[in-house]
C-alpha cells in the first residue's frame, strides 16, 4: 500500500476482554514501531521490530502487553485482560532503516493509529 | 534518560503572525531531532530534522536550530497559515537508540 494501515481505526472494548491491533506497514520496510498516545501526553514507545532481530520491548507496560510481526511485515499487538487506564491511541510507524542511525532513508512513516476506548 | 518538553497549548495566532514553539530536551549521547505534525485527521508526518549540533531543519516554511549548548530545538514560522493548525511533536533519537522519544505535543490552531 501507499502508507502504513492500521486496523481497525477505533475499537470499544470491555474491561477484562482481550483485544488485537493490526499494522500493515510500507511495502520493503525492515523497522516497525509501536507507540501508544495516552490523552493528553505525549507518544510513548512500546516495542520496535528489526528484519529478522530480537524485538526491542522495553517500552510494553506490563506482561499483558505483547506484539509480534510475522514474515517481517503485518504486525500484531495483543492487550490481554485491557483495563480503563490502556485506553489511548495506538500508533504503528515503519521505515525502510531504523531511525536514529546516520544512513538515509530513516524517516518513520505513521500509520493513523487505532482508537481504544476499555468501558 | 530521555525527555522531550514542549511549551503546552493550545497557541492561537492569527493569519500572518509569527510562529514559536519552545522545545528543550535531555539525553544522553548525541541525539538526533526532530518535528512531527500531526494533521486534524491525518497520521504524524516527519516536518524537519537535524542530526547534529547548528544544523536547522527547514520545510514548508518552518525552521528549526539544532542548539546543543542549551539543548534547544525550537520552532519556527515566520507567517503562519490557517492550514498550519495542526499538532506538533518534537522527539529525539538518542545515539544507539531506535525509537524516537516524543514530548506531548503543543496545539497550533491558526484564526483568519
Known amino acids: 500500500g501507499a502508507g502504513v494501515s492500521q486496523s481497525p481505526s477505533n475499537k470499544v472494548t470491555e474491561k477484562g476482554k482481550d483485544v488485537e491491533l493490526r499494522c500493515d506497514p510500507i511495502?520493503?520496510?525492515?523497522?516497525l514501531y509501536w507507540y501508544r498516545q495516552s490523552l493528553g501526553q505525549g507518544l510513548e514507545f512500546l516495542i520496535y521490530?528489526?528484519?529478522?532481530?530480537?524485538?526491542?520491548k522495553s517500552g510494553l507496560p506490563s506482561d499483558r502487553f505483547s506484539a509480534e510481526r510475522t514474515g517481517g511485515s503485518v504486525s500484531t499487538l495483543t492487550i490481554q485482560r485491557t483495563q480503563q487506564e490502556d485506553s489511548a491511541v495506538y500508533l504503528c510507524?515503519?521505515?525502510?532503516?531504523?531511525?536514529?542511525?546516520?544512513?538515509?532513508?530513516?524517516?518513520?512513516?505513521f500509520g493513523q493509529g487505532t482508537r481504544l476506548t476499555v468501558v | 534518560g530521555d525527555s522531550v518538553t514542549q511549551m503546552e497549548g493550545p497557541v492561537t495566532l492569527s493569519e500572518e503572525a509569527f510562529l514559536t514553539i519552545n522545545c528543550t530536551y535531555t539525553?544522553?549521547?548525541?541525539?538526533?531531532l526532530f518535528w512531527y505534525v500531526q494533521y486534524p485527521g491525518e497520521g504524524l508526518q516527519l516536518l524537519l530534522k537535524?542530526?547534529?549540533?547548528?544544523d536547522k531543519g527547514s520545510n514548508k516554511g518552518f525552521e528549526a536550530t539544532y542548539r546543543k549548548e542549551t539543548t534547544s530545538f525550537h520552532l519556527e514560522k515566520g507567517s503562519v497559515q490557517v492550514s498550519d493548525s495542526a499538532v506538533y511533536f518534537c522527539?529525539?533519537?538518542?545515539?544507539?537508540?531506535?525509537?524516537?522519544?516524543f514530548g506531548s505535543g503543543t496545539r497550533l490552531q491558526v484564526q483568519p
Open positions: 539525553a544522553t549521547g548525541y541525539p538526533s
Open positions: 510507524a515503519s521505515s525502510l532503516r531504523p531511525t536514529g542511525t546516520m544512513e538515509m532513508n530513516t524517516e518513520a512513516f
Open positions: 537535524a542530526t547534529k549540533a547548528d
Open positions: 511495502s520493503g520496510h525492515t523497522a
Open positions: 522527539a529525539l533519537v538518542d545515539t544507539g537508540r531506535r525509537a524516537l522519544t
Open positions: 521490530f528489526q528484519g529478522n532481530s530480537a524485538p526491542d
